[in-house]
């Protein structure tokens, strides 16, 4: 008997359905592509596999015989994938993905994501700052980053892939936060600012800034930590520059404000970063794979500052 695959597919649909024009709509194809190919089945096992009674059609003997083993088929096809996933090395494999701290924010999400596909992998998220990732990429220590400004003069394979603005914060109550229009900068240089430690990449973006622009910030608190700066910011404790990604919760309860300032957001960009010529584990390339997909979108999605 001379049939294919796709024709067996089209007909366990119909068959599940009792329906071409279900099986059409799951399968997004036309009711006449899908009747033709049943048809072709039929003549192919030459029998017809479908009767029609009134307006419903039913399977006939041969049609309930086909049915059995299409649905054997499918379990053995199921099978066959999860055998070559586990031969590539995708299922219980071990992943180390290392982050920025700022990237904590969204990273968690999409990497509790991905784990629920390979459940059986086990995964290690290291979350530290620019300096240590530059150290596990040099050293070899791990085998994914996501990070912001990539580093010159390692060999590596960089790709951006979501947008990384950075805005001054402000409490709800500070007078900056009614004013209209851009706030000039000369205005925001005689405030205090609560930044991050000098190794994270939000504060070499931030002094960047304002150094090319022949500035200089007056400088608070020191911490390595963006819910630190955000919790001072509430207090009073001072502005704080700090990428939008870390936000999400406050803006929406209105504890945090973000100022409109001259020249910002500051436009940076999330890295994703592996050693070039590294051969990665199966479940490492899945992840990249899994990052640059449809289904990874909506956890990629930058949030809105007001
Ligand atoms: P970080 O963020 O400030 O947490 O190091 C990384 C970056 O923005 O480069």
Redesign the pocket.
């Known amino acids: 008997m001379h049939l294919t695959l796709r024709q067996l597919t089209l007909f366990e649909a119909v068959a599940r359905h009792l329906s071409f024009t279900r099986a059409a709509e799951e399968l997004h194809l036309s009711q006449p592509a899908v009747s033709m190919q049943v048809r072709q089945l039929e003549d192919a096992a030459g029998l017809p596999l479908f009767e029609k009674l009134g307006k419903r059609i039913y399977l006939t003997e041969a049609g309930r015989e086909m049915y059995e083993y299409c649905r054997r088929i499918g379990e053995e096809l199921r099978d066959l994938d999860e055998v070559m996933a586990a031969l590539k090395g995708v299922r219980r494999g071990h992943l180390r993905l290392s982050v920025?701290?700022?990237?904590n924010s969204f990273a968690t999400r999409i990497l509790g994501a991905f784990s629920q596909r390979y459940p059986e992998s086990s995964y290690t998220l290291d979350v530290t700052?620019?300096k240590t990732l530059l150290d596990q990429l040099a050293n070899n220590d791990t085998d994914i980053v996501i990070?912001?400004?990539p580093p010159e003069g390692l060999e590596l394979e960089v790709q951006a892939f979501m947008e990384?603005p950075?805005v001054v914060i402000a409490p709800p109550d500070h007078p900056m936060t009614l004013r209209r229009g851009p706030i000039p900068l000369d205005e925001i240089q005689s405030e205090t600012f609560v930044v991050?430690e000098r190794?994270?990449?939000?504060?070499?973006?931030m002094e960047r800034f304002f150094h090319e622009r022949g500035m200089q910030l007056r400088t608070g608190i020191e911490t390595t930590s963006?819910s630190a700066i955000k919790s001072a910011v509430e207090a009073g404790l001072g502005l704080g520059i700090v990428?939008i990604h870390t936000l999400e919760l406050e803006l929406k309860a209105g504890a945090l404000k973000v100022l409109d300032v001259e020249g910002f957001p500051i436009l940076?960009h999330w890295h994703v970063v592996h050693r070039q010529g590294r051969r990665l584990p199966p479940i490492a390339q899945a992840f990249l794979d899994y990052l640059n997909s449809e289904e990874a979108r909506p956890l990629l999605q930058v949030p809105a500052a007001a």
């Open positions: 920025a701290t700022t990237a700052n620019r990070m912001g400004k990384n950075l991050r190794e994270s990449g939000t504060r070499i973006a963006n990428s940076r």
